[in-house]
Every structure is written in C-alpha cells, then in structure tokens.
C-alpha cells in the first residue's frame, strides 16, 4: 500500500463537487486496503496515543459554527481490535502507547473517510500526533512503514496551507493569498526534489507564518514522509488547487 498526505478541510468540504471527486478518484486508483491508521492536526497528543477500537465508535465532532447537520454525520466502523493491535505490534516495546476506550475519529479523519470509503466497512485506527518535530514524526512513520506491507493504508490528514485567522475571502472559488501561493510552490519544489531537510525547515519558507500560523496542519506530511520506501523520492501528486484560498495539495509516497 502507498502512504498518503491529504488536505482534509472542514465539513463543508463534503459539499464541495470539485474535492470529493478528486479525492474519490484518487481512492479508486488505491488498491483497497485492509485497514487504515490516520493521523490527523485535530488531536495532538503525547505520550502516542490511539483512538478505540470497538465498532461504532460515535465520532468527535470537533468544530463549531457549522449547520446542524453535520453534527449529526455518522461513520460507523467496524471492530479494529485487531488493527489496533498490528499498531502495537510494530512499535518499540519501549514505546508508550495509550489506548482510549471512548475516543472516535475527529473530523480530520472522518470527514475524507466518507468520500474514499463511503460504506464505513474498513477497520479504521486513528492515531495522536505526538510531537510537532519533523525528525520525531518522520521516525514514527518508519515505524509504522511495515503496516504497508500487510494492506495497511496509512494517511497523514491535513492541510499544505491554514492561515484562517488571515484569510479575507470565504468563498470556496477564492483566489489564494500570496503567502498560501508562496508556501505552496515552495512545499511543492522541495518534494518534486525529493528534499526533506528542507521541507522540515518550512518554519523558514515563503509564506511563513500566515500560512501556518500554527503547525499541526503540515506536519502530518512527516509521518507520511518517514513511511515511504524511500523519503527523498519524489511523490505522486494527486490533487492540487485550492478551497478558500489555502493550499489542497495532497500527495502519495511509494
């Protein structure tokens, strides 16, 4: 299986015609896998920790702002026991690894979920993001690389761009700020380069800090990173463009 980083959005993005067909097409090119463990910028959490297990879990619905509706969309998984498990499995024995018993998917995980896999009949582990370091996160994607070789999809949910506080147009059409084009070109000439170390100095590149005022919407990219066969081969790009004006780019590592 390949390794993903994707731009999730908010919910609004399930309305979105252009976003969920992108994001549905590149699904069907994937072989289907037989599990899935996502990290998503909504829970940044230490020691690691992963979401439960059990079938059903109800989700976490994490926004606020929104029509009521979408606090009332489910995604009802089955049993992941045993994914949660393969998790473990591949960890040091020395690693921390907290199971919650109640906690569900956050809207980074769901929210794309229900495009690529709209019967919810895939066992689905979301995992907490543990540190905001580039080399931390790309070692826990080591790690967890061999899950790929069992039919393991591993997703790193975020966003290229999430400068919200300076955004001044809120249609989805609009056109994107210079510091989300700026970051954005930037983020996409290292990875054609196949240059991680500069990617992991993004805290320096064009753009900064409006397009990432906080970080947890990059660096999930990090973990997908560590998981490629090799990290400074270029990626596929599967979608590209923007939604409010920030960056959609999403990418696949081999």
Same mark, same amino acid.
């Given at each position: ?15 979105? +015609? ?12 994937? %072989? ?14 230490? %020691? ?27 995604? =009802?998984?089955?049993?992941? $026991? ?5 998790? *473990? $499995? ?29 019967? +919810? /009949? ?11 370091? %580039? ?7 080591? *790690?967890?690389? %061999?899950? *790929? ?22 249609? @989805?059409?609009?056109? =994107?700020?210079?510091?989300?084009? /700026?970051?954005? +070109? ?17 805290? =320096?590149? @064009? ?5 990432? @005022? ?21 990626? =596929? ?18």
């Amino acid at each position: 299986m390949p390794a993903l980083y994707l731009g999730h959005g908010a919910p609004p993005l399930l309305d979105d +015609a252009t976003w969920t067909r992108e994001l549905a097409q590149w699904t069907a090119r994937l %072989p289907r896998p037989t599990g899935i463990v996502i990290l998503s910028a909504h829970w940044e959490s230490a %020691p690691l920790a992963i979401s439960a297990t059990a079938a059903k879990t109800p989700l976490v619905y994490d926004f606020s702002g929104f029509p009521e509706h979408y606090y009332r969309m489910t995604y =009802e998984t089955p049993d992941a $026991s045993d994914l949660g498990r393969l998790v *473990r $499995s591949v960890l040091p024995d020395t690693q921390e690894l907290h199971e919650h018993s109640s906690r569900g998917l956050d809207h980074g995980a769901w929210v794309p979920l229900k495009v690529m896999y709209p019967d +919810a /009949d895939i066992p689905v582990v979301q995992m907490s993001l543990p540190a905001n370091d %580039p080399d931390a996160l790309i070692a826990l994607g080591r *790690r967890l690389q %061999p899950l *790929r070789d069992q039919g393991i999809l591993l997703i790193g949910s975020g966003f290229l761009t999430h400068g919200l506080p300076f955004l001044t147009d809120w249609s @989805p059409g609009a056109t =994107e700020p210079g510091w989300s084009r /700026d970051f954005d +070109a930037w983020a996409a000439d290292a990875l054609a380069r196949g240059d991680v170390d500069q990617l992991a100095r993004f805290r =320096e590149a @064009p753009g900064m800090p409006y397009a990432h @005022p906080t970080v947890e919407h990059f660096i999930p990219l990090f973990v997908t990173l560590g998981a490629a066969t090799d990290p400074s081969a270029r990626p =596929e790009t599967a979608i590209t463009g923007s939604f409010y004006g920030l960056s959609k780019r999403s990418i696949q590592v081999a």
